[in-house]
């Protein structure tokens, strides 16, 4: 079985940019969750989508945003982006709430 | 909210010797995830803990939870290279629904 893949990988953009970054959780896994990890926060919780819904939301601004699609493809949007936005973006899917979640490689964005 | 305290905050090790990273919660523990990590790459999930008491293995590494489900351990035996990276512990925030983690156990071994 195919796992979580995340793209793209690597992603540098500037202050005041928008960027869109992809998920594709493992086959009948309907829930997807995004984080943002970086040194001085560790791992956080973005959000969490489960059948086209968000479920859940984490302490981030308006500016952080997703969706999900009806085959359980995920999209983050970040809209103006700032510094310290720089971070590791890592989305992580399961077949349903309190099953363990498999996690994508990451994309690593540069806001510069 | 459930917050995650691990310790060591980074251990180093040499190799063919045996290890132990806790994980202590502020609140009962539902369910309790270990994760790996590979600087800058995604998590790779170890084991999974929801009773009390409860103890997993997998090849040489063990975790478990404590009676009162606010404590976890993952305990390596006979270390080697190969396990060496960051160790994460999560769990499940029933009161904010979503999931938190500890801020990481960093593992070197030593050849």
């Known amino acids: 079985k195919a796992g979580v893949t995340q793209t793209p990988r690597y992603l540098i953009k500037t202050r005041g940019q928008q960027v869109t970054l992809s998920c594709s959780p493992i086959s009948g896994h309907r829930s997807v969750s995004w984080y943002q990890q970086t040194p001085g926060q560790g791992l956080q919780f973005l959000f969490e989508?489960?059948?086209?819904?968000?479920?859940n939301k984490g302490n981030f601004p308006g500016r952080f945003s997703g969706r999900q699609f009806s085959n359980s493809r995920s999209e983050m949007n970040v809209s103006t982006l700032e510094l310290g936005d720089s971070a590791l973006y890592l989305c992580?899917?399961?077949?349903?709430?309190?099953?363990?979640?498999?996690f994508g490689p990451g994309t690593r964005l540069t806001v510069t | 909210s459930q917050e995650l305290e691990q310790s060591p905050q980074s251990l180093i090790v040499q190799e063919g010797k045996n290890l132990t990273i806790n994980c202590t919660s502020s609140?009962?523990?539902?369910?309790l995830y270990w994760y790996k990590q590979k600087y800058g790459e995604g998590l790779i999930f170890l084991m999974m803990?929801?009773?009390?008491?409860e103890e997993k293995s997998h090849e040489k590494i063990t975790a478990k939870l404590d009676e009162k489900k606010q404590q976890s351990s993952l305990h390596i035996t006979a270390s080697q290279p190969s396990h060496a990276g960051i160790y994460l512990c999560?769990?499940?925030?029933?009161?904010?629904?979503?999931?938190?983690f500890g801020a990481g156990t960093r593992l070197t071994v030593k050849p």
């Open positions: 992580a899917s399961r077949k349903r709430q309190g099953d363990e979640q498999y």
């Open positions: 999560g769990a499940d925030d029933l009161y904010n629904n979503d999931m938190r």
């Open positions: 989508y489960f059948s086209e819904t968000q479920r």
């Open positions: 803990l929801q009773k009390g008491g």
């Open positions: 609140k009962t523990l539902y369910g």
